[in-house]
């Protein structure tokens, strides 16, 4: 994707494909008891609604999921896929 056409899309690219060394991204904690990291993704429907969706990893290292901002990481939203635990 050209520079030009990645600034129009929003795209922030972390990393090249043409080097070997590999790409990363820190979301880090603020270091307070059971306040982990959390990612906000938003996806819009058909009307421009948008959503926002709340990701984060618990101590159990359970990768959860919910719709409003986590308060108790290991209650609050739903585990991602098949995983089992809280």
């Known amino acids: 994707m050209a520079r030009d056409q990645e600034r129009r899309t ?3 690219t972390f990393g090249s494909r043409r080097s070997a060394i ?3 991204l820190a979301v880090e904690t603020g270091g307070a008891a059971n306040a982990p990291a959390v990612l906000m993704l938003d ?3 058909a009307t ?3 959503t926002t969706r709340y990701l984060w990893v618990n ?3 359970i990768l959860r ?3 409003t901002f ?3 990481e290991l209650s609050d ?3 991602v896929g098949d995983q089992t635990g809280t």
Do not use: E, Y
């Open 70 to 72: 986590p308060v108790t």
């Open 10 to 12: 929003g795209k922030t």
């Open 65 to 67: 999921i919910s719709s």
């Open 59 to 61: 101590r159990n290292g």
């Open 43 to 45: 996806s819009v429907d």
């Open 48 to 50: 421009g609604a948008v």
């Open 77 to 79: 939203g739903v585990a």
């Open 22 to 24: 590999q790409g990363s």
